[in-house]
């Protein structure tokens, strides 16, 4: 991806985190995560560094996301 590329698809999230909406990356150096499908290597969005972490931990597993917001919910 160039910079330029990039550049466009942050500013058409906002210039904010794809998930959160967070204006400033969590990570120590404000340093923003482009996150990409490891299968595919597609760019998805430009992420802040608590979701993009939080996708890794959850290995991109929708049905284990399911599984937190259920909990929240109180329905498991």
């Known amino acids: 991806m160039t ?4 550049e466009t698809m942050f500013a058409a999230q906002g210039r904010c985190c ?3 909406k967070a204006s400033i990356s969590s990570r120590s150096n404000r340093t923003w995560c ?3 499908d490891h299968d595919t290597q597609r760019v ?3 992420l802040c560094h608590f ?7 959850m290995k991109d597993d929708p049905a ?3 599984a937190f917001i259920d909990y929240l ?3 498991t």
């Open 73 to 75: 919910r109180g329905l």
């Open 18 to 20: 794809a998930i959160c």
């Open 3 to 6: 910079l330029d590329a990039w």
């Open 64 to 66: 284990k996301f399911q």
């Open 34 to 36: 482009t996150d990409h």
């Open 44 to 46: 998805r969005g430009i």
């Open 51 to 57: 979701c993009n972490w939080m996708l890794g931990k």
